[in-house]
């Protein structure tokens, strides 16, 4: 019997394999690799999509979370230099109380929303994002999408050992910049 073919077929393979260009992306994140009591999951993400044939990576925004901002910055910065990446790294937000102030982080990633649109990848509080918005509302039709680690399903919970419920962290964090995400029309949430 002939080995079997492996080759997945052309509906299947990565976008890049496809032939088609990579998807402009901006990550904005509140990394914690090394902080105790914290999880390594944004410093993952970041270098997996740094390293993804599928994502073109033209920016890097911190945003306070699970760490006063400039933790996280720093982190953010040890990332890029380890894995080689030559990728812009804008400072934002340090608290909720500055959502529709601009700054580094939300002026970086409305000027790459002027060079074209691009998929956000917030996995941090949305404060960033949201000023966006709520700074340049123009801005809004070239996100193509804002992917957003926070957020649960209705009548969905969080346990925690004995502790009881356990509230969505980034979605708490700054739930109005969440409200103007979702009062924002035409930017599609995932």
Excluded: K
């Excluded at 990576?57 to 910065?77: K, L, Y």
Aim: hydrophobic share 45%; with cysteine.
């Amino acid at each position: 019997m002939p080995p079997a073919d492996l080759t997945p077929p052309a509906d299947l393979a990565p976008p890049a394999a496809a032939g088609r260009p990579p998807r402009r992306v901006w990550i904005d994140t509140d990394p914690a690799v090394g902080v105790p009591r914290c999880d390594v999951d944004d410093g993952y993400a970041i270098l997996q999509a740094l390293r993804s044939p599928e994502l073109e990576v033209v920016g890097v925004s911190t945003v306070f979370g699970n760490a006063p901002v400039e933790v996280p910055h720093r982190i953010a910065a040890e990332l890029l230099e380890v894995a080689g990446a030559a990728v812009p790294l804008h400072r934002g937000a340090a608290s909720a109380a500055e959502l529709g102030t601009p700054s580094e982080a939300s002026n970086g990633l409305s000027d790459a929303l002027v060079d074209g649109p691009l998929t956000v990848l917030a996995l941090g509080p949305l404060t960033n994002v949201a000023t966006v918005l709520r700074t340049h509302p123009e801005a809004a039709g070239r996100i193509v999408e804002v992917v957003a680690v926070a957020g649960r399903r209705p009548g969905q919970r969080f346990l925690v050992g004995e502790r009881g419920p356990f509230p969505d962290f980034n979605l708490e964090c700054d739930p109005d910049a969440m409200a103007t995400l979702l009062a924002a029309e035409g930017v599609p949430l995932t």
